[in-house]
């Protein structure tokens, strides 16, 4: 679109007795891109805002489904179908690819966490909460890094010690205790506690999002 402006304009000022006659305004070109500058803006904003929440909810989901299913489900199921040779090793192998794979899903996790974060606070409402998220991933690093190598380790010399023990006493102390009574029942303990507090952020970090969705 093109707004002129070219036109006479007469400034009067009867107080000062002084007339100004301005001609020749310069011409005011204008493109619809300009014009409608901010509205095309907020749209594109907003379609970019939806893929970010459909893969935020994609990843948290991910992430808390799979460790519900490896923690709750999945080793029940197999301490009843395995018996304890095969269970054990087995478990700390999935144990390994576990904390593995949910690092990935939470950091990417926490990539699109904080565009969503700056996005929502930058053109639409300051509510979105990136701290959630913050104490999830901060759990989940800890596990991967620290507590579930020193915990894998400890499990596996329990095993060695124990070998060949046939009481299902050993499955139930391995499962709820890590497979022994100090160093490895602390370590096991302290991995589930990250882990419930992930759980729990990223479960908080949904509900969040999802009161931001409303607005």
Sequence with gaps: ???????EVLLSFPQEGVSYNIHNLPSYHATADFVNHRPQHQCTMNTMNSFLIAFDQLFAGFTISITIWHFFLQAPTLMKLLGKEKFVPLMMQLTRLWVKTVFV??????????????????????TMKFHWVGIGWLSIFINRYVIVPRALKAGARSVQQRKGDGSKDFIQDFVVEGGGKNETKALHQTVVLFVLIMVGSFFGHLVDLAAVMVL
């Design 1 to 7: 679109c093109t707004i002129s402006t070219h036109r």
């Design 105 to 126: 899903s939470s950091s990417a996790l926490l990539i699109t966490a904080m565009w969503l974060s700056y996005n929502y606070q930058a053109i639409i409402v300051p």
